[in-house]
């Protein structure tokens, strides 16, 4: 693929995991620049800070705040955000609500596949 179509967008990946963000960051920081952040507090405060990302990678199950409501408190703030949800579970009837409302666009099964992952980046970053 060819670097120079998507130079300089940028992703903000959520997940309480460090082994996950380092090895989100490590696949993807080649293409894109990567913020990371440990919970949905910590990723409002980069998307306040960090008006560039384009993109949202939110993991589900999280302390204090989940995927769901995070994403819900980023999207009144920015509502041009595009976001993913991550989980290692089930697809529940919250998580299809989201996306029929389109408050998500993807949803994608924990262990996320790169190929995948990277696949559903592409598809939504060819602006």
Do not use: C, W
Not at 34 to 46: M, N, P, R, Y
């Amino acid at each position: 693929m060819n670097s120079n179509m998507i130079d300089n967008k940028s992703i903000l990946y959520v997940d309480d995991e460090p082994t996950n963000l380092m090895l989100f960051k490590f696949n993807f920081q080649k293409k894109y620049k990567i913020f990371t952040a440990f919970s949905g507090k910590e990723g409002l405060a980069l998307l306040h800070s960090n008006p560039e990302i384009v993109l949202v990678i939110s993991d589900m199950r999280m302390p204090e705040m989940n995927g769901l409501e995070f994403i819900k408190l980023a999207k009144d703030d920015f509502p041009a955000l595009i976001f993913f949800l991550l989980t290692g579970f089930d697809f529940t009837p919250e998580i299809r609500e989201a996306m029929n409302i389109g408050l998500i666009q993807k949803y994608i099964s924990k262990p996320f596949k790169i190929v995948e992952m990277e696949g559903s980046i592409t598809q939504v970053l060819k602006f």
